[in-house]
């Protein structure tokens, strides 16, 4: 109890000028801290406290609110402008909570599996024809990252979104941007790690069935999470504008997206030219 209170003090406000101290130190003792700490820390001691001063002017601006919060520093459109220019190093990251539950979602709900995406096509239109999929936020959101040519992952620990999303940024340049989905709670936590491994985007925050303190979040980066986690009307607004956007830039440059392929936890969009000269068994 003391010592709950003594890590949770400087989260009243931010100390130092950083926030979420209790799960910072928590984490210490965990896989994903102790990888943090020996692959990114320890490794590149430069990016981690340029990072850090990063992170302390983006939290000194006004750059979280409606569940939104930023992770870049120079005029939205300028920056919007630029994402759509990436190609490949876009990735969409969202929560196995958000997958459904009644019906329940026919891949299982602790994984980075998707049914709909493993059959989804474009060109021939084949698509999951599960129920749950009807309904599914991870499909409706899969599906504008797809159109926008962004990578999609399916978060289900700490430790995987280091191994598949920030370690490859850090140590092969494999990711620039980042949108993700997750808990208000841990937006401060991760928000530096991010930052640090080279990543800038948008935060989103679920407004229900989000893990509110250490205990709830812990058993979720189990996999134990029986609430589906739904986005706030502006985070899903925020979304689904910057996705379209990017797409349409696409578009008008030839670039079109038909299905995903896997590459280890991430679903990899297709372009139209290379996914007609594969054969569909090649992506599922």
Not at 28 to 33: F, S, V
Not at 51 to 70: E, I, N, W
Not at 220 to 234: N, P, R
Request: proline share 6%.
């Amino acid at each position: 109890m003391i010592l709950h209170t003594l890590l949770a003090r400087p989260d009243s406000g931010p100390f130092l000028g950083f926030g979420a101290w209790e799960f910072g130190f928590r984490s210490l003792a965990r896989p994903y801290g102790l990888t943090f700490l020996s692959r990114v820390i320890l490794r590149h001691p430069w990016r981690t406290v340029t990072g850090m001063l990063s992170y302390r002017r983006l939290s000194r601006g006004a750059t979280q609110g409606d569940g939104v919060m930023r992770l870049f520093i120079e005029p939205e459109e300028r920056f919007v402008a630029r994402l759509a220019l990436e190609k490949s190093k876009v990735v969409v990251a969202v929560g196995f909570c958000q997958k459904p539950l009644v019906p329940p979602c026919p891949a299982g709900r602790p994984n980075h599996d998707c049914r709909y995406f493993d059959g989804l096509d474009l060109q021939s239109e084949v698509r999951g024809a599960d129920p749950a999929c009807a309904g599914c936020e991870v499909r409706r959101i899969g599906t504008l990252a797809l159109h926008a040519g962004a990578s999609m992952h399916i978060m289900t620990s700490a430790m995987d979104i280091a191994r598949d999303v920030m370690l490859p940024s850090i140590e092969k340049r494999r990711f620039s941007s980042v949108i993700m989905c997750l808990c208000p709670y841990s937006v401060q936590a991760i928000a530096p790690p991010l930052i640090i491994c080279g990543l800038q985007g948008y935060l989103l925050g679920y407004e229900s069935g989000n893990c509110a303190n250490w205990a709830q979040w812990l058993r979720a980066d189990k996999g134990m999470k029986d609430e589906l986690t739904m986005l706030g009307s502006a985070a899903e607004d925020k979304l689904a504008s910057l996705l379209k956007g990017i797409a349409e830039v696409r578009a008008t440059e030839g670039q079109e997206y038909v299905r995903y392929t896997r590459e280890g936890n991430i679903y990899v969009p297709v372009p139209s030219n290379e996914a007609s000269l594969q054969h569909p068994a090649d992506s599922l």
